[in-house]
C-alpha cells in the first residue's frame, strides 16, 4: 500500500493557491490546544491526505512536518531517483544494504559544460534525511574525465534499532566546489628577520582555534593589514606579520571564504632544513557595515626575533576555482539493487 500511495502522490500537484490558502489557515482563536508531536503529526498529515501531494510540490508544508516528524515528512515525500538542474544530472546508481548499513552510490554528471571535475568537492551542502536517528557520511569514490562524472559513496548506519531497510532517504545538494588548486611545499619570500613588534588586540569575531589557542577565548591577534604584494599564492593574502610577546605571528586571511574555501597552513624550515609547527592558530572574521566578510587565520611559531632570523617561511595551499549553485534532490527506497558493483569511473 505505501509503494502504491507514493506512486499515486507522484501523478498531482497542488496549485499554488491551493498551498498559499493552506499555509494561511488559522485555528479559532478561542480555542487554544496545545498538540504533542504525535497531534501535530497526525494534523498535518490529514490535512496531506486530504490533498495528496501537498508535501511534495509545497516546501513550507514539508518543512513544517518535518521538523514535527520526519518518519511522516520522509513518508509523503515522493520517489525521485534522478534530477536535473542547469544542465547537472544527479542520480542514484546502486544500494548495498547489510546488516544496519546501507551504501548507496549517487553520481553527479555536468551535461553541458567542464563544471565537474576530479576535484569537485560537496563543500558541507548537502542534506541526508532520514525519518529515524542515524549516522551518515558522503565522500568522493571517483571521477570519469570522459562523461564529466564524479561518484559520491553515501553510507548510513541506522540507530536505535530500526530496520534500515524500506524506508526512504533524501539526499540534496545545494553547490559544489571544482577545479581547485592545490600547491604544497609553497615558499615564501617574507625576511622572518626583519619582522618587529605588532600591536595585537582581540579577534573581532573568534571562529576557531587549534593547539595552544584552541580553548583562549580572546586570543591575542594582530591588527589586520593591507595584503602583502609579494605572496605567491593567487586568493589568499597575508595581511600582517611580527612578533608578540616573543612569539612570531603570521596572519592570511580570505575574501568569501565561504564560497570558495580557500585555505592554507604555514610552517618554518630551521637553519638545518627541520620543520618547525606552529604551536597554536586562531580563527576570526570581520564584516558589517556594508562591507565583505574577511577570513583570518593566525599562526602562532614559539620562535624568538633571534631564531626567526635562521628560519624560512613555508606553506601548504588550496584554492578553488569554480562554485556551482543550484537545487539537486534524489528521494528514494533503501532497498538491495539487483546487481551491487561501484560504476566504472577512474578513482583519483
Known sequence: MKE?????????VPGEELVRAAVKVRRPARRRLRLGAAAAAAALAACFLATP????????????LYSVSPAAAQYFTPVQHACEDQGIRMEVLSVYIHGDTAE??????????????????????YDILRPYDSTATCRFAGYDAQTHTVLFLITITEQGGHRIEGDK????????????????GTAIPLSLGDLAEAPAGAPETLTGGS??????????????????EGFPVKGIDLTAAGYVDGKLHIQLAVEDYLDNDNHGWLYLKGAAGEIIEPVGTAAFCTEGNGAARVDYQ??????????????????????????TEGCWRVTFPLRQSDTWAQPPVEKT
Open 4 to 12: 502504491r500511495y507514493c506512486k499515486l502522490m507522484d501523478r498531482c
Open 53 to 64: 501531494v501537498l508535501a511534495a510540490a509545497a516546501p513550507p508544508f514539508r518543512a513544517a
Open 104 to 125: 548507496i552510490y549517487i553520481s553527479l554528471q555536468d551535461q553541458t559544460g567542464n563544471r565537474i571535475d576530479e576535484t569537485t568537492d560537496l563543500f558541507d551542502s
Open 169 to 184: 532517504v533524501t539526499f540534496q545538494v545545494r553547490r559544489f566546489l571544482s577545479h581547485k588548486e592545490e600547491q604544497e
Open 211 to 228: 593547539g595552544a589557542l584552541a580553548f583562549e577565548e580572546a586570543p591575542a591577534v594582530l591588527t589586520p593589514g593591507e595584503p602583502w
Open 298 to 323: 593566525e599562526f602562532v611559531f614559539d620562535v624568538s626575533p633571534e631564531e626567526g632570523a635562521e628560519c624560512t617561511l613555508w606553506g601548504d595551499f588550496v584554492t578553488c576555482g569554480t562554485l
